[in-house]
């Protein structure tokens, strides 16, 4: 878990910046995807997008004061940043502000601040916030001009927890306008630190007991079947379990939170089933024939989705027992 800090849409807007690209793709960068609760503007992409899996992140929830925020928001969890760029070239920052404001109260979100200018301490191009986490370089808050109009708003969901913050201005370097989103959904720390890696012995223990075993630390991208390099340990303990008992033969079944249609997580289930199969197959050397893939999406949940942390929980990859 990191430090509290402020997410990076509140940092000094008129900082140096590296830009990894300028081209104009119009393609979702590698990786990245739309919060389930959060939606996007029409005619806009992905340009960068960054994943923690369990920081504190605060957010302004009351105007610049001239040393701090008069209010802020915290929430502990899953952090997701995101730059979205649109292929509109003239679209306002107004514009953008009053179309996200509908947005998320139409998806249930109340709206806690929503201001510009000089509530943000943002005069003739400069400024914004003065405080945050200056370690790291950003690549998301591209530099704002010095007649570029500001305009932030936070809301925060009454059922799920989960925090919103977006920032949008006219960017330098012929990037057109962009909005940075913050979205934090809570989650209980406990838990999160429950998903510790299984040993080859345990999971040969939980198949000779129950004839299954849940592996939560294999992890994929967002809303995507890309299997993420944190998962790397949990995937060579499956193939050393495999190497040690050479006529083991596996069930490898996706399964999903209820977020999002039934079809869609069925699919989604499935294809990370099948993700995991050719991993160990392509990657560890596992005979095909030793492995099956299945996605049972939202079907079998361990717990209850109605937290993050039961969510979180019901997002896993289960090895069961095939027996001849």
């Known amino acids: 878990m990191n430090g509290n800090r402020l997410p990076r ?36 992409w992905i340009f960068t997008f960054e994943r923690s899996e369990y920081d504190r992140i605060s957010l302004p929830t009351g105007p610049w ?6 209010s802020m928001g915290s929430v502990e969890g ?49 400024g914004f916030v003065i405080q945050g986490d200056f370690e790291r370089p950003d690549r998301r808050c591209c530099n704002a001009g010095r007649s570029s109009p500001v305009r ?27 909005a940075l989103v913050d979205v934090v959904t809570p989650a209980e720390m406990d838990f999160a630190m429950d998903h510790r890696p299984l040993t080859a012995d345990e999971m040969g223990s939980g198949l000779v007991q129950d004839g299954k075993v849940a592996v939560q630390n294999i992890q994929f991208a967002f809303d995507s ?17 495999m190497e040690e008992q050479p006529e083991l033969r ?35 050397g596992i005979a095909a024939d030793r492995l099956q893939s299945a996605g ?17 929980a019901n997002r896993r990859v289960e090895l069961v027992e095939l027996r001849d």
Request: glycine share 8%; net charge negative.
């Open 9 to 44: 849409c509140c940092l000094l807007l008129m900082m140096s910046v590296f830009v990894a690209s300028l081209s104009h793709a119009a393609e979702d960068v590698a990786g990245s995807g739309d919060h389930p609760l959060v939606p996007r503007l029409a005619d806009s």
């Open 65 to 70: 004061t001239g040393n701090e925020f008069e």
């Open 78 to 126: 899953e952090h997701l940043e995101y730059t979205y760029r649109f292929d509109i070239d003239d679209i306002s920052t107004l514009r953008i502000k009053g179309n996200y404001r509908q947005l998320l109260e139409e998806a249930g979100f109340e709206i806690l601040y929503a201001a510009s200018e000089s509530d943000l301490g943002y005069r003739n191009g400069i």
């Open 152 to 178: 932030y708003l936070a809301a925060r969901h009454p059922v799920e927890g989960v925090l919103v913050s977006m920032l949008t201005f006219d960017a330098l370097l012929n990037m057109g306008t962009v």
């Open 225 to 241: 079947d890309e299997i993420l390099p944190e998962s790397d340990e949990a995937l060579q303990t499956i193939a050393s379990l």
């Open 250 to 284: 596996l069930l490898v079944v996706g399964h999903t939170d209820d977020v999002g249609a039934f079809d869609y997580n069925l699919q989604l289930s499935v294809e990370r089933a099948t993700a995991v199969v050719d991993h160990l197959v392509g990657e560890m």
């Open 296 to 312: 049972a999406g939202m079907m079998n949940p361990m717990t209850s989705n109605r937290s993050e942390a039961g969510r979180s």
